[in-house]
């Protein structure tokens, strides 16, 4: 079964940092581009960052630039975020997804940050 | 805030058709083809619909359908069930710097 699960989430307080994982399994994730993407609660879907293959294309959305940084371990099948210099507007649930062309494929099933004092 | 506009909600009762609207411009939407739509149920995560405007992975119903005309695209629902009770996104996907934007979602009611 192709799945991806993250996992890192929690309560950190502001200006803290915070690393999210995804693990994949059931396909070749060094094939795939990867994303992270995050919803705030009640709110709609924000692409946030991309990363290539080997790591040598990376692509962040500005909210994030210099902050967030997206990695991956092909050895071990997982994406990273590490998240640096939290604010309270990054809670959210982060989900990592699959890029297949030009869409997010697969997705997981997401993990919650609290950002709070 | 998106760059990407849908209507905050549409409904439609079992059985009918109804049309999700994701208006852009000339520089993102009318310029790029690759616009692809997600399904979400609350609690869920989403689920890839449409791909490159209008293809449909493979298992997803061919209720579902995709189009674009100058800057806008829009994604149709046919013959609506109850379990297509949903939020749908749409996204853009550009050569630019921010590489993808989601539309603000549409929340579907089937009444």
């Known amino acids: 079964e192709v799945q991806l699960v993250e996992s890192g989430g929690g309560l950190v307080q502001p200006g803290g940092s915070l690393r999210l994982s995804c693990a994949a399994s059931?396909?070749?994730?060094?094939?795939?581009?990867m994303s992270w993407v995050r919803q705030a609660p009640g709110k709609g879907l924000e692409w946030l960052a991309n990363?290539?293959?080997?790591?040598?294309?990376?692509y962040y959305v500005d909210s994030v630039k210099g902050r967030f940084t997206i990695s991956r371990d092909n050895a071990k099948n997982s994406l990273y975020l590490q998240m640096n210099s939290l604010r309270a507007e990054d809670t959210a649930v982060y989900y990592c997804?699959?890029?297949?062309?030009?869409?997010?494929?697969?997705w997981g099933q997401g993990t919650m940050v609290t950002v709070s004092s | 805030q998106s760059d990407l506009t849908q209507p905050a909600s549409v409904s439609g009762s079992p059985g009918q058709s109804i049309t999700i609207s994701c208006t852009g411009t000339?520089?993102?939407?009318?310029?790029?083809?690759?616009v692809s739509w997600y399904q979400q149920h609350p609690g869920k995560a989403p689920k890839l619909l449409i791909y490159?405007?209008?293809n449909r992975p493979s298992g997803v119903s061919n209720r579902f359908s995709g189009s674009k005309s100058g800057n806008t695209a829009s994604l149709t629902i046919s013959g609506l069930q109850a379990e297509d009770e949903a939020d749908y996104y749409c996204?853009?996907?550009?050569?630019?710097?921010?590489?993808?934007?989601f539309g603000g979602g549409t929340k579907l009611t089937v009444v």
């Open positions: 997804a699959t890029v297949e062309g030009y869409s997010f494929d697969i």
């Open positions: 059931g396909l070749t994730f060094s094939r795939y581009w």
């Open positions: 990363i290539n293959q080997d790591e040598s294309e990376k």
């Open positions: 000339s520089s993102d939407v009318g310029g790029y083809k690759y």
């Open positions: 490159d405007v209008s």
């Open positions: 996204n853009l996907y550009t050569s630019s710097s921010t590489l993808a934007v």
